[in-house]
């Protein structure tokens, strides 16, 4: 029992490193496309 606890415990705690982790590429991706995509907007302004 002790160790099925200690199994899924772990299988949680991975999980939740692999999700923050995928989170911070995302928002990494999106701050690097947001300048991008602002200079975009001002060259198709002029």
């Known amino acids: 029992?002790?160790?099925?606890?200690?199994?899924?415990e772990k299988v949680a705690?991975?999980?939740?490193?692999?999700?923050?982790?995928r989170v911070s590429t995302e928002a990494r991706f999106a701050f690097h496309a947001l300048p991008a995509e602002m200079a975009e907007r001002q060259t198709?302004?002029?």
């Open 44 to 46: 198709l302004r002029s």
């Open 1 to 8: 029992m002790v160790e099925h606890l200690l199994a899924k």
């Open 13 to 21: 705690s991975s999980n939740l490193v692999f999700r923050s982790q």
